[in-house]
């Protein structure tokens, strides 16, 4: 069946601009998480949605970070005036419940470059 | 806080060579294990995990066991592959849930040569 999609594959910005990018979860999943990959930093949490509520958005970085989910399907990860260290891979996951524990499937990410 | 510590890479082997990456954690309880491999150019995939200790996971050619005494959790394959070159990561759901956030070794970039 159809994984985890992510979209664009690819975003070049600029500085200050803001940027959406979208995660399509595989059907069914509930859970779905926002990443960021970066060669400083690693592999960071940043927001954990329920359906389409939120109970985890400890990993956001600032206030110009923010992300919704609709219809317990689709989520959009919106970054206002992006900065330059923004930079790094989006990484977007969904979760199932598999021999009593939450796997998670993982999308081939968004790069994003600010410019 | 729940974390996970990997063995400093890169690591490089010849076709044919046994390889261990080393991870250790702090967390609490008992979490779940896991270890994500990425391949060049592509998401994480789930490559094993284990629920419990003493459980050892295993999936191509890949084992991992569950050491609640020395709270590790090693990645072992007897004979690595050209194909086996990716990047790889332990992780375990931070906070104690099962359902949360996955907290992340740094990754250890594995290199084979033929």
């Known amino acids: 069946g159809a994984g985890v999609s992510q979209s664009p594959s690819n975003k070049v910005t600029e500085k200050g601009k803001d940027v959406e990018l979208r995660c399509d979860p595989i059907?069914?999943?509930?859970?779905l998480y926002w990443y960021r990959q970066s060669l400083g930093q690693g592999l960071e949490f940043l927001i954990y949605?329920?359906?389409?509520?939120?109970?985890?958005k400890s990993g956001l970085p600032s206030d110009r970070f923010s992300a919704e989910r609709t219809g317990g399907s689709v989520s959009t990860l919106t970054i206002q005036r992006t900065q330059q260290e923004d930079s790094a891979v989006y990484l977007c996951?969904?979760?199932?419940?598999?021999?009593?524990?939450?796997?998670?499937?993982f999308g081939p990410g968004t790069r994003l470059t600010v410019t | 806080g729940d974390s996970v510590t990997q063995m400093e890479g890169p690591v490089t082997l010849s076709e044919e060579a046994f390889l261990t990456i080393n991870c250790t954690y702090t967390?609490?309880?008992?979490?779940?294990l896991f270890w994500y491999v990425q391949y060049p150019g592509e998401g994480l995939q789930l490559l094993l995990k284990?629920?419990?200790?003493?459980d050892k996971g295993s999936n191509k050619g890949f084992e991992a066991t569950y050491r609640k005494e020395t709270t590790s959790f090693h990645l072992e394959k007897g004979s690595v592959q050209v194909s086996d070159s990716a990047v790889y990561f332990c992780?375990?759901?931070?906070?104690?849930?099962?359902?949360?956030?996955?907290?992340f070794g740094q990754g250890t970039i594995l290199t084979v040569h033929p």
């Open positions: 996951a969904s979760s199932t419940l598999a021999g009593g524990v939450y796997e998670q499937y």
């Open positions: 949605f329920q359906g389409n509520s939120a109970p985890d």
């Open positions: 992780a375990l759901p931070a906070g104690g849930t099962s359902y949360g956030k996955l907290t």
């Open positions: 059907s069914g999943h509930t859970a």
């Open positions: 967390a609490t309880g008992y979490p779940s």
């Open positions: 284990a629920t419990k200790a003493d």
